[in-house]
């Protein structure tokens, strides 16, 4: 088709979200079939990207079904991916459908996937690589793969959703391709990395197009990438964002969840115990938010009916949580059911149902085959609205936790045949906004990421974390080991950073619940303090779900140390180059000065020994740094670029890293996980320091300073406080507070 000679219908200058754009449409007609198409093409001025999407009208006399629509196909013969030389001056070029490149060099090409939705796994992979598949067949395939995506077995050949990322290790250029909404069709993107190949496409669904009408792609994009950047995909998430108005701005959600700790057993006096624990602890462990999660309805899908485990109505029992000051929050399936649920039984109608008849198949969920619903029936609209509605206006409930929303996004016969997939998912979940209201904080679960971006506050980024490393069901731990998007703490943690750079572009990212219980769990302290660590390093909602009142108080400790959430996300340095990445660095500034603070991960079966150069990390050179491991409390001088670090099997290391100063410095603290963010002012006198300290709640630790000589007073507001010199002009001062108060060391 695109062989024949095109018309060209305009060329112009426009002003669009994404700024000014030199534009041109092309046009073809296809004979026999009647169809034109009309490629539109847009080249922002100020952004390193080219945009395109295709206009397919349908000038026959009959309907007709479109599949799949091609977007791009690129191949490079030589089997080296080329590149111009102007790639630093960021405008894409191209000649003859290749780029170009002056000389050629041995590659090391990766490929950055990305999961379809919430659970799926995310991340990049190499030539040796195979792209993760699922052994479970029917079981849990639904929920992994994007129907209509083929499947690949072969080392090299991999499949990503919306978008992802080709590149060269070793040259640190690469390609970015991908969609810029998913409100029209799904995008996926295929990559062979042997001889490299690239195809991207939207899925058509077989959507029915009538005479005279059109289907119109979304934006596709390419932008070229440096891979050294420290955020190189900037251009794309914020233009992302820009289409599709995201909804970045939420509060970050902090407080506790019922289901890691009650699952489906969780009881209305379970949820009222641990908000009671909340409310008297508030002043140390500030938890603003009360989420009951599933285990309250009768049936998946009967919302309306309640276990025997609640007896009074949920309105009530909101209102008990709101009146001691918290906020109630509740998780909701809109778009599943099980099989014997009411509304399953009530309106057969209502499931989405294979071309011969058949429910189709969602997955096997809460250990039965479930029904997904037909979310282009205006019934299962109508039911849908009802259903927000009455959680929000009559029970009470501003936050709604929505979960399996993949469900609304299968394969199958539709009650309105001329929607995609996608189109009809988001139109669902348009409906879901508008019935919850503005002020309602929604977040999204088990979802497709494109469609959700600017109705979601929050997203989930990975799959189900559990009280265990490994991904098992009842016990069975080796047959699911490779099972890349089965509930663990492993993949929770693998996709959360693999997703960090999505946090507060395209909303707040939910890396799911801590997990610090010490009792009643496969989790290793260490495999907790991972959890907790990059759970606070991504930034995003930070939820606990353990039964408070039995927190041990190192726990509590633990936790309340996380509280307020850092400002921002760290960034993930080697996100790139490992299947697995496992260094984290985020920068911090504040009346003190500038740190950094860095983790080092162990995915392995074995204690890890290594070392960590810092200027590689983006921290200056230096002859001397300050260093203090967060979690052990060890504090020393380090007289070298590279710290030699040893990390326990599935554990970490998180350090605070300053350059040593020449005057008086805090180094660090056990007040809170930034290490500094606690101190609101800091001030240097000839022969005294003060610094004033806050932290919105109780905050009990030990504060590292590096001082010019011994301190001969160290005071905390009119009370004095001892302290130990445990280095070359290293002190730490243990000390407690309330609210605002003033450290006062002197010395000389």
Known sequence: ?????????????????????????????????????????????????????????????????????????????????????????????????????????????????????????????????????????????????????????????????????????????????????????????????????????????????????????????????????????????????????????????????????????????????????????????????????????????????RKDGFPVDLGVLSAEIRSGGLRPGLWLAPFVAKPRARVVLDHPHWILRTASGRPVNPGFIWDSFARALDVTHPEVLQHTEELIRTAVSEWGFDYLKLDFLYAGALAGKRHDPRLTRAQGLRRALERVREAAGETTTLVGCGCPLGPGVGLFDVMRVGPDVAPRWQPAHRGIELFLRSEEGHPSARNAVSATMGRMFLHRRWWVNDPDCLILRANDTHLTQDEAQVLATVASLSAGSLIVSDDLVTLTQERRAWLARLLPPLPSAARVVDWFDEAYPSTLVLPLTGPTGSWWLVARLNWGEQPMEGELDLPTLGIPEASTYCVLDVWNSHCWKQGSRAIELYVPSHGVRLLSVRVAPTVPQWIGDTLHVSSGLGVKEWHVEADQLRAVLELGRRAQGTVWLHLGSEPRSVMLGDQPLGWNQVGPQIFAIDCSFAGRSELRVSWG
């Open 1 to 305: 088709m695109l062989g024949q000679a095109a018309s060209v219908e305009g060329l112009a200058i426009q002003s669009t979200v994404h700024g000014r754009c030199e534009t041109a449409k092309f046009s073809w007609t296809v004979e026999p079939g009647g169809l034109r198409v009309v490629l539109e093409a847009a080249l922002p001025e100020a952004l390193p990207m080219f945009l395109w999407r295709l206009h397919i009208l349908n000038q026959s006399t009959q309907p007709i079904r479109l599949q799949d629509v091609t977007l791009l196909h690129l191949g490079w013969r030589s089997g080296v991916l080329e590149f111009l030389e102007d790639v630093e001056r960021g405008r894409p070029s191209a000649h003859g459908g290749r780029f170009r490149a002056a000389r050629r060099i041995e590659q090391d090409l990766r490929f950055y996937t990305n999961g379809w939705q919430s659970w799926n796994f995310s991340g990049s992979l190499g030539r040796s690589d195979r792209f993760p598949q699922t052994r479970l067949g029917p079981l849990t395939r639904p929920m992994r793969t994007n129907p209509g995506t083929p499947r690949s077995r072969r080392t090299g050949h991999f499949l990503s959703e919306f978008f992802s990322v080709l590149g060269d290790r070793q040259r640190r250029k690469g390609i970015l391709i991908g969609l810029l909404s998913e409100r029209q069709a799904f995008g996926t993107i295929e990559a062979h990395l042997d001889r490299p190949r690239l195809r991207l496409w939207a899925h058509g669904d077989g959507v029915l197009v009538d005479p005279a009408l059109s289907f119109t792609t979304d934006w596709a994009c390419v932008q070229l990438v440096d891979l050294e950047s420290t955020d190189p995909l900037a251009p794309y998430l914020e233009a992302v964002a820009r289409e599709n108005i995201a909804r970045r701005e939420a509060p970050t959600p902090v407080g506790w969840c019922s289901w890691y700790q009650y699952f489906e057993q969780v009881t209305q006096d379970d949820l009222l115990s641990n908000a009671a624990w909340i409310r008297s602890h508030q002043d140390e462990i500030p938890l603003p938010l009360v989420q009951l999660d599933d285990g309250y309805e009768a049936e998946v899908g009967d919302w309306r009916l």
